[in-house]
């Protein structure tokens, strides 16, 4: 019967029914970890009344726990991961609200010494612009974190943050959704991250992340400026590296003088003189020697540890450039098919739509289903099955359609 069921039910539905029979099986061990935690949580600053009153209706979510323990099943290039996030519409996105929160924006800048298209690209790149907050209850995954699985002695933190940041009254329960992990609001922090470093910037006594824009940019700008950020500093530049020259010392952390970069020959790729002087600069090489080479300042180190991910720094390094209005970077990746704009990323999945597949929604973002989708597809046409979302496939897609006709 066991091994029907099984034959019965796709992976997906199967995984399903196992994280809702998981989590029935929860419900008793869970109970007597949350009464355990009261104590801690008090000790921590938690009222008796703000614990009991938020945590009576609290049920685990042991699907939040499947996420903890989930190897990524695919590698993201890294022309992949820059196509999807700096892309033509992030920036007359980011434009547009740098227009719109300009005085705020200003106000930032002036008391934080972060200047506007830096914190705007944090926020683009982290909530698209407070459009992706994610949908998980912070309560909920935060508890059942606290109590399974690794790491529980650091969720817990989380778990009693959150809670001090609804017994101030700073933001209601039901707007805490965020990640699997906790990450939540505009800014995606985590919430004792919050309690150190969000600020009240619109002047209503709250320090609201998810639904106040002023106070979700000065709360970014104040993590830089905690986190070094010199307003005297450019995060770097995309550089252009003569030939011969030793990439050996390459690396973010290995920094050297500024000088000494441009006396070995390296150029900016925009043509501008490279600033001499005893600058700290590293040479990044994301994708090594024949891709794009960035030399990198401490303010870079200030946007890494924003989420401990060069890919990520350079991410808003270069967002933050193109919305000054500077072009795309001056090198290719070192591939022969490029990423793809979420605009490409829709066009791929309404041709698979087209095609028959079930992608879902095409909202651009490439989950397990549009890679399977794609596989599939790359099958029928006699494609390598790779499921990688490229201009390669995009283009057997679109010529498949073109052949086929309309209708
Ligand atoms: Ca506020």
């Known amino acids: 019967m066991k091994s029907l069921l099984a034959t019965a039910l796709s992976g997906a539905a199967l995984t399903l029914l196992t994280g809702a029979a998981q989590t029935a099986q929860a419900a008793e061990p869970f109970a007597a970890c949350l009464s355990q935690l009261r104590g801690p949580a008090l000790k921590a600053g938690v009222s008796g009344a703000t614990f009991d009153r938020h945590t009576a209706g609290l049920a685990p979510d042991m699907a939040v726990i499947g996420l903890l323990d989930a190897q990524p099943e695919f590698k993201t290039p890294i022309w992949d991961y820059m196509a999807g996030l700096v892309d033509d519409e992030r920036v007359s996105d980011g434009q547009a609200g740098m227009a ?7 106000r930032a800048a002036s008391r934080y010494g972060v200047d506007p298209a830096t914190i705007a690209a944090v926020w683009g790149v982290e909530s698209n612009f407070g459009r992706t907050l994610g949908g998980r209850p912070l309560l909920t995954s935060l508890s059942t974190l606290s109590c399974f699985g690794r790491r529980q002695a650091y969720f817990r933190g989380e778990f009693f943050a959150t809670l001090k940041i609804i017994q101030d009254e700073h933001i209601a329960p039901d707007r805490l959704v965020g990640s699997w992990a906790g990450a939540f609001g505009q800014t995606q922090f985590m919430p004792s991250t919050y309690l150190r470093l969000a600020v009240d910037f619109d002047g209503d006594g709250r320090r609201d992340l998810v639904d106040s824009v002023p106070d979700a940019l000065a709360s970014t700008a104040n993590f830089l400026k905690r986190a070094g950020w010199n307003p005297a500093l450019d995060w770097g530049y995309e550089v252009r590296l003569p030939a011969g020259v030793d990439t050996a010392g390459a690396g973010r952390k290995n920094k050297r003088p500024m000088s000494s970069w441009a006396r070995q020959g390296v150029t900016r790729a925009d043509g501008q003189p490279l600033p001499g002087g005893d600058t700290p600069a590293g040479l ?17 180190d200030a946007l890494y540890s924003y989420n401990a991910a060069e890919s990520y720094a350079l991410a808003i390094a270069h967002l933050s450039d193109r919305l000054r209005g500077a072009g795309p970077l001056t090198q290719a990746w070192p591939t022969d098919d490029p990423g793809l704009s979420r605009a490409e990323r829709r066009e791929l999945q309404r041709l698979l739509i087209a095609k028959g597949y079930d992608v879902g929604e095409p909202d651009g973002m490439i989950g397990a289903r549009t890679r399977q989708a794609l596989q599939a597809a790359q099958r029928e046409l006699g494609l390598p099955a790779d499921g990688r979302a490229g201009q390669k496939a995009l283009k057997a897609l679109k010529a498949s359609a073109a052949a086929k006709g309309p209708g």
């Not at 719109?100 to 200003?106: A, F, I, K, P, T």
């Not at 090489?285 to 300042?297: H, K």
């Open 100 to 106: 719109r929160w300009q005085s705020e924006l200003d």
């Open 284 to 300: 990044l090489l994301p994708a090594g020697r024949n891709g794009p080479a960035f030399l990198v300042t401490r303010n870079f």
